[in-house]
């Protein structure tokens, strides 16, 4: 007997997506592809282990599609080396910790309240827990990293592993002074780029590979793939990169990750998504993605500044990637209010803290606003400019439920002149 109770929720979301303006900066819509291989029979596989080194049988099929995926990622990022099988960002993250710090080593990221991530070392979860973390943050008066303060940092705590790469930071990555830092206390680089993936794949922004020893990403957010993680190893490091173990033995970097990854932190790898990724970097490889690259940023360039016109705060003033973090304490709305007054006009976004906020993260006193999804739909600059018109008009009117009924209707309105799933390039 069909589900009728689940599915017919799922196209309750489906319709929501449909109407709907999506700013949360780290969702897309994937093509019918992506959409796809993920609900594909490869769902029924077990696969513990790598391409050719499986603890099950019947893996010829998935070995291939594995195979693929892995070929396509280095390609696309130029890297000598990736382990597609992580499950998530954070999962990915894990297993490089997992691989290169033992319990109780030092390492050095971006604050979580200040624009970074929480599997950076936030003390809530377990890198925060499992290893010692230090922080570097933004400037208060301009929003941006110092990198000064990050090298002195560097110097008086001595980490084994500097993270650079955040959730909810504007601006790109001088990753080529990272490293600098990096070397001089004998610290492991890496780069989360789990926001900004797509972008760098097309040359939009600063590429960490040559200069970042370990790249992780996620796959669903610029890169519009399923959801799901990536590991990557820069081309000029050279590999096999040897590091020693707690046994005193020394391993490749890249089979120290493999195993991070498994048995470290997962078992079986989800050979659906993994098909779904191959997939999606196969759109993202084609000419069409830089396409939609250029579009991301210079939608975001666009609202950034029709903001500012309108006098909302963005912190560090524009945006370089596909985001902005909106401080909206001039405005007298804190980040949970203006989230839920958007989200009655079906207009999604999340709150946000800022840097130096006064208030909880359940509460905030911004929000964070991307574009990856409404390029995805087809918006380009000239819609930039209605779009905060009706988050202002929103905003403004947040307690009259007429005006909020009415922005809705628009947008319904508006939206229903960009289709979801038009995005399906094949590269092979
Ligand atoms: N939750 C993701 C984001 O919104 O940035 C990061 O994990």
């Not at 230090?134 to 990293?145: D, M, Q």
């Not at 929000?367 to 929103?394: C, F, H, N, W, Y």
């Amino acid at each position: 007997m069909r589900d009728n109770i689940i599915f017919d929720l799922i196209q309750k979301e489906n319709e929501r997506q449909l109407h709907g303006i999506e700013l949360i900066a780290s969702e897309n819509f994937v093509s019918s592809q992506v959409l796809e291989a993920m609900g594909s029979v490869l769902t029924n596989k077990y696969a513990e282990g790598l391409p050719g080194r499986r603890y099950y049988g019947g893996c010829q099929v998935v070995d291939e599609v594995e195979n693929l995926a892995i070929e396509r990622l280095k390609k696309l990022f130029g890297a000598s080396w990736a382990n597609v099988q992580p499950h998530s960002g954070a999962n990915a993250n894990s297993a490089v910790m997992l691989a290169v710090l033992r319990p109780g080593e030092t390492m050095l990221g971006l604050d979580l309240s200040q624009g970074g991530h929480l599997t950076h070392g936030s003390p809530v979860n377990y890198s925060g827990k499992l290893y010692r973390p230090v922080f570097y943050g933004v400037e208060k008066e301009t929003g941006l990293i110092d990198i000064n303060k990050v090298q002195e940092i560097a110097h008086r705590e001595k980490p084994k592993l500097i993270i650079c790469g955040a959730s909810a930071y504007s601006r790109d990555w001088d990753y080529a002074a990272f490293r600098n830092i990096a070397d001089e206390v004998g610290a492991l680089l890496m780069a989360d780029i789990a926001h900004p993936a797509g972008l760098i794949a097309k040359g939009l922004l600063n590429n960490p590979l040559p200069h970042c020893h370990i790249v992780t990403s996620t796959t669903h957010k610029t890169l519009r793939g399923p959801r799901g993680g990536v590991i990557l190893i820069g081309n000029d490091i050279p590999n096999p990169w040897g590091i020693a173990t707690t046994k005193g033995e020394v391993r490749m970097l890249s089979s120290l990750i493999d195993s991070g990854v498994f048995p470290g932190m997962q078992g079986g790898p989800l050979e659906h998504i993994i098909a779904a990724k191959a997939v999606s970097f196969g759109e993202a490889l084609s000419p069409d993605f830089a396409i939609y690259g250029r579009q991301v940023i210079a939608n975001a360039k666009a609202m950034a500044s029709a903001f500012s016109d309108l006098g909302y705060h963005i912190v560090s003033g524009g945006t370089d990637n596909h985001c902005m973090l909106l401080d909206l304490r001039n405005k007298g709305i804190s980040g949970k209010e203006a989230e839920n007054t958007l989200v009655a006009a079906d207009i999604t976004v999340n709150k946000n803290m800022v840097p130096f906020d006064d208030k909880s993260p359940m509460v905030t006193s911004g929000i964070r606003i991307g574009t990856p999804a409404i390029t995805t739909r087809g918006l380009k600059e000239s819609e930039m400019g209605i779009v905060v018109q009706l988050i202002d008009e929103a905003l403004t009117h947040r307690s009259d439920i007429v005006a909020t009924k009415r922005i809705k209707e628009k947008i319904k309105s508006m939206m229903s002149a960009y289709p979801l799933f038009q995005n399906t390039t094949i590269v092979a």
